[in-house]
C-alpha cells in the first residue's frame, strides 16, 4: 500500500505544481466599452512576482467568443501576438498604443460599470482570474 502511494506521488507531483496559480498580480483591468459587437480593448498592468521568467500565452473570457493578445506597431498597424515574456520581479503593461487585448464577439450585453472576468493563461499551464472593470469609450 504504501509503495502505491509513494508512485502514485511520484506521478502526480509535477501535476500538482502546475496546479499552483502563477505568482502574478494585475492592476489597473479596464475595459474600453464600445456600442454594438465592434471589438473592445483591453488593458492591465501584469506584474510577475515570482524568481522565474513567465510567458503568457493567452487569454480568455466568458463574456467574449475570442480574446486575442495584440501589439500595435509605430506604423499604426495591429498584429497578433502569441506569446509575452514577463522576467523576474518584471511587469508588462498593456495599453492604449502598445500591447493591448482585443476582445471580440461579445456572449451578452455589457454596461459601463459592470466587472467582467477575464482568465490569464501561462506556458507552464498556470492560470489566474482577475475581474476587468468595463469603462466608458474616452477612459483615459
Keep these: 500500500m504504501r509503495r502505491a502511494f509513494v ?3 511520484l506521478v502526480l507531483a509535477p501535476g500538482l505544481a502546475l496546479a499552483q496559480p502563477p505568482p502574478v498580480t494585475v492592476t489597473a483591468a479596464r475595459i474600453r466599452w464600445l456600442p454594438g459587437d465592434l471589438p473592445l480593448g483591453g488593458y492591465f498592468k501584469l506584474e510577475n512576482r515570482g524568481s522565474q521568467t513567465l510567458r503568457l500565452v493567452g487569454v480568455a ?4 467568443a475570442r480574446v486575442e493578445m495584440h501589439r500595435s506597431l509605430p506604423s499604426g498597424d495591429m498584429v497578433p501576438v502569441s506569446e509575452i515574456p514577463v522576467p523576474p520581479h518584471g511587469a508588462i503593461a498593456f495599453s492604449p498604443g ?3 487585448l ?3 464577439h461579445r456572449a451578452r450585453t455589457l454596461q459601463v460599470g459592470e466587472h ?3 482568465e490569464f493563461r501561462f506556458a507552464d499551464g498556470g492560470t ?3 475581474p476587468f472593470l468595463v469603462q466608458p469609450p474616452d477612459m483615459q
Aim: net charge neutral; glycine share 6%; charged share 0%.
Design 116 to 118: 467582467v472576468t477575464v
Design 102 to 104: 482585443m476582445m471580440m
Design 61 to 64: 473570457s466568458p463574456a467574449f
Design 98 to 100: 502598445g500591447y493591448h
Design 128 to 130: 489566474v482570474t482577475f
Design 7 to 9: 508512485i502514485a506521488w
